[in-house]
């Protein structure tokens, strides 16, 4: 059994994000908003094992263990808009946490939320 001083400590201090529900191209509605989040570093082994794949990770990020996040999501930081590639759960950190691999978004969804 792993001891405590063994695990990752991981810190969500780079900012906030939101994350929008998209529909045909447009973002509808905010599911999440003010998420916090730490940058990660993409691993040599998942930036390649992403192009294999015809995919791109531009950025890793991880947030608190919040519920309702999907692959067909936006997610917003800075006013730059990603798409969610991969959604990772990670219980060996503390506090255990969800890595988001993110693609951005090179054509913009149109924003029409209210």
Do not use: H, W
């Amino acid at each position: 059994m792993p001891r405590l001083k063994d695990k990752g400590f991981i810190t969500f201090n780079d900012g906030t994000m939101e994350i929008c529900r998209a529909k045909d191209r447009k973002i509808v509605e905010t599911k999440l908003e003010e998420i916090r989040f730490g940058f990660q570093t993409v691993g040599i082994k998942r930036f390649y094992e992403a192009k294999l794949a015809s995919k791109q990770v531009d950025e890793v990020v991880a947030i608190p263990m919040v519920e309702g996040i999907s692959t067909m999501d936006i997610c917003i930081i800075n006013g730059s808009q990603y798409k969610i590639g991969q959604i990772q759960k990670k219980y060996d950190t503390i506090p255990p946490c969800k890595f988001l691999s993110l693609e951005e978004n090179k054509l913009p969804y149109e924003d029409v939320r209210e």
